[in-house]
């Protein structure tokens, strides 16, 4: 059997991008950082000015996911939809975000969609496309302490 192609393996992929869902919305990175490579890479192409749109690195990744828990009262990632892909270290995913802002009470509601890359039961790439223009409405003057 391909390696690529491993029923079992793919299982194990689909659970990693789950815990990735439930544990950012818990807001537990401490747990969630231990998902990812050293040399992982967060990808947000649509990012805003002012917002990265790629950060490199566990401990970069880590810096800043670690805000989550005093910017955000609340997190859920609801309507998710995770595809396997033919290649069992990717997935496909499409789920909606919805946020409150701690500071302004502001909701942050977007439609997400990203592509999940593991080696060995591990994020080294995630590739997050959502809608900037949304980002931007809600997080508005606030978006330099993101």
């Known amino acids: 059997m391909n390696p690529n192609t491993d029923p079992i393996k793919r299982e194990r992929t689909v659970q990693v991008v789950s815990d990735f869902f439930n544990l950012l919305e818990t807001m537990n990175i401490e747990q969630w950082i231990d998902l990812w490579t050293e040399d992982g890479v967060h990808h947000m192409p649509y990012a805003p000015s002012g917002f990265p749109n790629r950060v490199e690195g566990k401990t970069a990744i880590y810096r800043h996911f670690n805000v989550l828990p005093k910017t955000i009262k609340r997190m859920a990632f609801v309507d998710r939809k995770i595809y396997p892909m033919l290649n069992s270290d990717q997935v496909f995913a ?5 946020v409150e802002i701690a500071d302004t009470g502001r909701p942050y509601n977007n439609n997400y ?34």
């Open 94 to 98: 499409e789920y909606r975000g919805e």
């Open 113 to 146: 969609c990203g592509l999940f890359q593991l080696r060995e039961n591990r994020l080294v790439s995630v590739t997050e496309y959502f809608n900037p223009l949304v980002f931007i409405e809600a997080f508005g003057d606030t978006l330099q302490k993101v």
